[in-house]
């Protein structure tokens, strides 16, 4: 037998694409047991070590690495067993593919086993605690990830893990006004590729897709914060700001790499809040996700989802501020991804709640620099240069309230939706029963004899009847007779599709108020 106490070894590796990696061991002892050449049985190894940062070796803050197996010249097992490795000490292996900083505490036991067959390794548990990715604007902490029962079979390219845990992450999901994301910056640029050799194919011609395959992943106590500030692509828009906490997803038998796989079970529950509101919402789904081809189908739960804090995604296309929405639903979600379109079936009961439009007036009107040549820009500039009380004159005599609702409810109920949309077939809409409670509207039939409620959405029909109105009320404005002409009818598109149908059963309207003016 052979055996070792009190080494030390120096380990510096300057390959690792940045800065090099500096480790210490020790003390290391090792012992090895059934030496023979020729080797006529397994040799028996036990190794035993402090791993440190540096060229030298510190009284304490150690990791500790005990390998101990067997091992011939053909095969061999080993079991392995690591404890307290800071992250950081390897950050010069990670930071060529990876540049953030990472901080955590890694603990493992594994095994690695080789034969003529191929290499295989089985990590028992993994465990990396106190996970700290740190970038100023979008940090990400993780009170500990592990894992569990990970095979891997480096032969057969072929990975499996029994579970995977997540404790308390959180995290910033950002991006900016040129519409970067922060995950962006975190990845070195891309290199570019070597052309193949005329002749021979490429190397990822002849590579076999590895085989990914997890059966449970479970993550507890999440929160993520979100924050687009380019909703629309090259459009200012505000921001949009989203708080998700108490985050619970489960999710089982998962194969993300698979070209064809059966639907996963899920399961996902959060609240979702923004900072104009104390009290979150909340949503809650179970049911079944798949990737290839991409589904989902479930039960799905939501209460008080603030939807005015998604308005920048979809504000841009109405000629109103939505200042307050939620909305409910309880009910069933069905979702096929195919080739000529989506396949959708929704059916449950919806609610929009505390909902309040205002009129585009009340936003701050822009200061044109140049002299306006047209109506639109007339109008602007006369409310850019009045006052107070000449702007509520203006109002009073074009019939436009500055800021005014124009619609608000404490309660919409549409019981009993049914929703088929197929591709290639009529939308099939039906609902059970309507109820609208404690509602307020703003009704006026505009010059041209339009209702302002027409040209919510903006339509080729609702733009040109913004347009008419806005000279119109500017002539009225320099004190002309307002000349208006009918709205034109859009030409429809030639292949628009077979007609939606559309039932609706009985609405009731209870505790309104509608303020009317021609």
């Keep these: 037998q052979f055996e070792l106490e009190g080494g030390v070894v120096h380990w510096r590796d300057a390959a690792t694409g940045g800065a090099p990696a500096v480790l210490t061991l020790a003390p290391l002892a090792v012992q090895v047991k059934n030496v023979h050449w020729p080797m006529k049985e397994p040799l028996d190894l036990a190794l ?45 292996y990670i930071e060529a593919h990876f540049k953030p900083q990472l901080s955590a505490t890694l603990n493992a036991d594994a095994e690695l086993a080789w034969s003529e067959a191929g290499v295989v390794a089985q990590v028992k548990e993994f465990t990396a605690d106190k996970l700290l990715l740190q970038d100023k604007q979008a940090p990400v902490q993780v009170e500990q990830i592990k894992l569990k029962g990970v095979h891997v079979d480096v032969a057969q390219q072929q990975v499996q893990l029994e579970a995977v845990e997540v404790q308390k992450p959180q995290l910033s999901a950002l991006r900016d006004a040129q519409g970067h994301w922060m995950y962006e910056r975190w990845l070195p640029q891309a290199r ?111 209460q008080a989802l603030p939807l005015h804090a998604f308005e920048p995604y979809f504000g841009h296309k109405l000629n109103v501020d939505l200042v307050r929405a939620d909305g409910n639903f309880r009910g069933k979600l069905n979702y096929l991804a195919q080739p000529k379109g989506p396949q959708v079936s929704v059916q449950g009961d919806v609610e929009l709640t505390d909902l309040r439009v205002r009129s585009t007036l009340a936003a701050p009107v822009q200061e044109e620099k140049d002299k306006p040549t047209t109506a639109k820009g007339a109008l602007t500039a006369v409310l850019n240069d009045s006052t107070a009380d000449r702007a509520k004159a203006l109002s009073a005599r074009t019939g436009l309230g500055l800021g005014d609702d124009l619609l608000a409810w404490k309660t919409l109920a549409v019981r009993g939706l049914d929703l088929n949309m197929r591709p290639a077939q009529p939308l099939h809409i039906s609902v059970r029963e309507t109820a609208l409670s404690d509602f307020f509207a703003r009704v006026i039939v505009q010059r041209n004899g339009r209702i302002n409620l027409q040209d919510i959405v ?61």
């Design 48 to 92: 035993k070590t402090q791993l440190h940062a540096g060229e030298a070796a510190k009284e304490e803050g150690g990791a500790t690495l005990s390998v101990q197996g067997q091992a011939t010249t053909q095969d061999g097992k080993l079991a392995i067993e690591l404890q307290q490795l800071p992250l950081q000490w390897v950050q010069s």
């Design 192 to 302: 570019p590729a070597k052309a193949a050799k005329p002749g021979k194919p490429g190397k990822s011609a002849a590579e076999k897709p590895w085989n990914v395959k997890l059966a449970a992943l479970a993550v507890d106590g999440g929160a993520v914060r979100l924050r687009d500030a380019a909703p629309v692509q090259g459009q200012a828009a505000e921001p949009v700001e989203l708080d998700v906490s108490a985050l619970r997803v489960r999710l089982g038998a998962f194969e993300p790499l698979a070209t064809k796989a059966a639907p996963s079970p899920l399961e996902v529950s959060a609240k979702l809040g923004t900072g104009r509101r104390v009290q979150a919402g909340s949503l809650h789904f179970r049911g079944q996700l798949g990737l290839t081809p991409v589904s989902a189908q479930g039960q799905l739960q939501v």
């Design 458 to 518: 903006k339509t080729e029909k609702s733009e040109q009847s913004v347009a008419q109105n806005e000279q119109a009320n500017a002539q009225v404005a320099a004190g002309e007779k307002p000349a208006v002409e009918k709205v034109a009818e859009p030409a429809k598109p030639e292949d628009s599709g077979p007609a939606p149908i559309i039932n609706v059963g009985p609405i009731v309207l209870t505790g309104g108020k509608v303020q009317f003016s021609d």
